[in-house]
């Protein structure tokens, strides 16, 4: 049964950075994609980033692009995404995906979600 499990969100100064972690566990191998999502309030999910198993990365969204990055580290079965110079339009829910097919920056494109985590970016 896979899981997907993130942690790290937190309540952060604009200019500010945040680590946030995903535990993707389950998978018969290391042959998975992961993926971060977000959704603020009154908008729609939007892919951000995203890691195959390769280590290739794509990134979605060209607002986090120089500020996020993503990387995994398959012996931990986890992946990171760090945030810097964070802004106050960046405060949403975070979401690490996972899919054993590959990346995918749609909603429909992934299928395995966690529960997400609150990033708030606030003076």
């Known amino acids: 049964q896979v899981q997907v499990v993130e942690s790290g969100g937190g309540l952060v100064q604009p200019g500010g950075s945040l680590r946030l972690s995903c535990v993707a566990s389950g998978f018969p191998s290391d042959s998975y994609a992961v993926g971060w999502f977000r959704q603020a309030p009154g908008r729609e999910r939007e892919g951000l980033l995203c890691?195959?198993?390769?280590?290739?990365?794509?990134i979605y969204a060209t607002s986090v692009k120089g500020r996020f990055t993503i990387s995994r580290d398959n012996a931990k079965n986890t992946v990171y995404l760090q945030m810097n110079s964070l802004k106050p339009e960046d405060t949403a829910v975070y979401f690490c995906?996972?899919?054993?097919?590959?990346?995918?920056?749609?909603?429909?494109?992934?299928?395995?979600w966690g529960k997400g985590t609150l990033v708030g970016v606030s003076p």
């Open positions: 995906v996972a899919d054993d097919v590959g990346c995918s920056g749609h909603v429909s494109g992934m299928d395995y």
């Open positions: 890691i195959a198993s390769s280590g290739s990365i794509t």
